[in-house]
């Protein structure tokens, strides 16, 4: 079991020290940070309601389960999780001009671009801070440099 599913158990039911105790040195700032902000929610504090935001970005091959996590603390901490896939798949169910330039991608097989993806978050995160939502976790951005730098 990954050290990240083992702080998403304990701190999702009763919280011990002992959970902690098989996390790695090198995973610990990341599953100290969860458990923070997990603890912060179970005793009625909202993230974000010192001032702070949640913002994590899950990195990784295919399949190794950043959706998994990202939905489970998602749900744990009451932010959004935003998957880039799910972005393109709601554009494309769309009937925005983006859809068929989109459609046009997809079905040939082609990679959609940085600037489409770029386009398609900064919009999706722009909705979310007018809705209020007080963060987010990325799942799937960013995967080029270009990206990273955008």
């Known amino acids: 079991m990954s050290a990240m599913s083992r702080a998403i158990r304990a701190f999702g039911g009763a919280a011990s020290r002992r959970n902690l105790s098989v996390v790695s040195s090198k ?3 990341a599953v100290a940070a969860a458990a ?3 603890a ?8 974000g309601e010192d001032g702070s935001r949640v913002q994590w970005v899950f ?3 295919p399949g190794v389960g950043k959706g998994t996590y990202a939905g489970r603390l998602s749900r744990l901490l009451g932010v959004p999780h935003i998957a880039t896939g799910d972005l393109v798949r709601d554009a494309l169910a769309s009937q925005d001009p983006l859809s068929k330039q989109l459609a046009e ?3 040939h097989g082609k990679l959609v671009s940085d600037e489409i993806i770029i386009n398609l978050l900064s919009k999706r995160l722009e909705e979310g801070e007018g809705k209020g ?9 960013p ?3 270009r990206q990273a730098v955008s």
């Not at 912060?40 to 993230?47: E, I, L, S, T, Y």
């Open 59 to 61: 990195l990784g091959c």
């Open 105 to 107: 991608i997809v079905n």
């Open 36 to 38: 923070a902000l997990v």
């Open 133 to 141: 939502e007080l963060g987010f976790i990325l799942d799937g951005f």
């Open 143 to 145: 995967r080029t440099i």
């Open 27 to 29: 995973e610990a700032p």
């Open 40 to 47: 912060g929610r179970k005793a009625g504090r909202d993230p």
